[in-house]
């Protein structure tokens, strides 16, 4: 949660910028699913069928997921927008704490310290700007700043919980690492494609170029971050 509760320090930065930073968010959720999850989750199965009706699900998930979101919480459109936009960007952060989790915990019981703490240490670098996108994004959707840190720990503390049933799980867990990973950048996707993509269109009219710009950056850090510091 480093880069995001700093980036909440300057408000008036993080309010005029806060498209930047959903775009931002759109880029790293793509660099996240098709550079860091699902060369992971194909070398875990080595099944491509698999993995690609592991994606599908996780797709199908979010989607439903969303759905219910409109059901219980929609009175109008921009309650609807609202609660379906950011409730997303939650559960599928959580969902990837979750497995980030359960990958240290594995980690540590298969290679012992010597590769656990290179895995955790990977894993915090490559939260980083994705955090920072989150953040944003929550903060674009019009939460306040306490609601958008309370609302962060709670995902990241979703990767304790991982931890916690990948060390007690540890010999049945370990097999559905690769679908977890899969079905993580389904999730992934879908936020990006269906959530993210479109708020910049419907709220700028069409994509500036700066919000093109943050985008590939978003991007490009994630593959940075994967070859400086590989899982």
């Known amino acids: ?50 993995v690609g009706v592991a994606v599908i699900l996780g797709i199908l998930a979010l989607f439903l997921f969303e759905k219910v979101l409109e059901w219980y919480h929609c009175h109008d459109q921009e309650t609807c927008d609202y609660h379906s936009f950011s409730g997303t960007v939650l559960f599928g952060d959580s969902l990837h704490n979750f497995i980030d989790g359960v990958i240290i915990a594995l980690s540590f019981g298969v290679g012992g310290p010597q590769v656990g703490i290179p895995t955790t240490l990977a894993v915090f670098a490559h939260e980083i700007p994705q955090e920072i996108g989150d953040f944003g994004v929550l903060y674009h959707a019009g939460y306040s700043r306490k609601k958008v840190v309370l609302y962060n720990a709670f995902s990241a503390l979703m990767a304790v919980v991982g931890g916690v049933v990948g060390y007690f799980l540890f010999h049945s867990i370990g097999p559905f690492v690769g679908v977890l990973l899969a079905w993580a950048a389904g999730s992934f996707i879908y936020i990006s494609v269906s959530d993210l993509l479109p708020e910049l269109r419907h709220k700028s009219g069409k994509i500036e170029i700066f919000h093109l710009i943050s985008i590939v950056l978003g991007v490009l850090i994630i593959w940075g971050m994967g070859v400086y510091f590989p899982e």
């Open 1 to 50: 949660m480093a880069g995001g509760v700093l980036l909440l320090w300057k408000e008036s930065f993080i309010r005029r910028f806060s498209l930047v930073l959903v775009s931002f968010a759109a880029g790293s959720l793509l660099g996240a699913a098709f550079l860091e999850l699902l060369p992971e989750a194909i070398e875990e199965i080595g099944n491509m069928t698999t």
